[in-house]
């Protein structure tokens, strides 16, 4: 299985920050690479897909980028909707496996 | 635009099976280009893959629940389900339905999910 490992497991910002996260595959995914955000109680919202593709309606704030085994997700300017967890997933090849998850917090 | 809905037992006793259901509106299970999806969380965890299924019938299994897992397609109520055998407390879990991207394989509906308990 490919593990995919998350930093920071959560990070303290305010509104108006820059927050980058990061995701790392034990083994080269290209770009097939997802990012979601979960808030408390709710279900995964797709963010992002081939590791820079935004998602139709996702602020243009949320950007993704990378390729191989190390990616990363910013967020330009934290808003206050963006306090969530934060996964990534590769979809490389079977089994299909996500990140342990990055906190948002606010700081 | 889809919406995806699962139900079934929030609680099933340990060695049974855990059934879930989950109806899909706003949309034909039978389009090609997905994949139907279900996808667990332990409470306070990450998310685990589990399976998915073609409209057609093709399952994809993730190998360390494949000996229990079975996923099943209904085209005529636009439902697919989830049968997990022999379940034990580290089965507790939020499970969702999800859609799938055929082309990426990435999960772009999610219902709202429902936790499942095992406990006797």
């Known amino acids: 299985d490919i593990q995919m490992t998350q930093s920071p497991s959560s990070v303290s910002a305010s509104v108006g920050d820059r927050v980058t996260i990061t995701c790392r595959a034990s083994q080269d995914i290209s770009s097939w690479l997802a990012w979601y955000q979960q808030k408390p109680g709710k279900a995964p919202k797709f963010l992002i897909y081939?590791?820079?593709s935004l998602q139709s309606g996702v602020p243009s704030r949320f950007s993704g980028s990378g390729s191989g085994t190390d990616f990363t997700l910013t967020i330009s300017s934290l808003q206050p909707a963006d306090f969530a967890t934060y996964y990534c997933?590769?979809?490389?090849?079977?089994?299909?496996?996500f990140g342990g998850g990055t906190k948002v917090e606010f700081k | 635009q889809v919406q995806l809905q699962e139900s079934g037992p929030g609680l099933v006793k340990p060695s049974q099976t855990l059934s879930l259901t989950c109806t899909v509106s706003?949309?034909?299970?039978?389009?090609?280009?997905?994949?139907w999806s279900w996808i667990r969380q332990h409470p306070g965890k990450g998310l685990e893959w589990i399976g998915y299924i073609h409209y057609s019938g093709s399952t994809y299994y993730n190998p360390s629940l494949k000996s229990r897992v079975t996923i099943s397609v209904d085209t005529s109520k636009n439902q697919f389900s989830l049968k997990l055998s022999s379940v034990t407390a580290a089965d507790t879990a939020v499970y969702y339905c999800?859609?799938?991207?055929?082309?990426?394989?990435?999960?772009?509906?999610w219902g709202q999910g429902t936790l499942v308990t095992v406990s006797s």
């Open positions: 706003g949309g034909s299970i039978s389009s090609g280009g997905y994949y």
């Open positions: 081939a590791a820079s």
């Open positions: 997933q590769q979809s490389n090849s079977f089994p299909l496996t």
């Open positions: 999800a859609r799938a991207l055929v082309t990426g394989r990435i999960f772009d509906f």
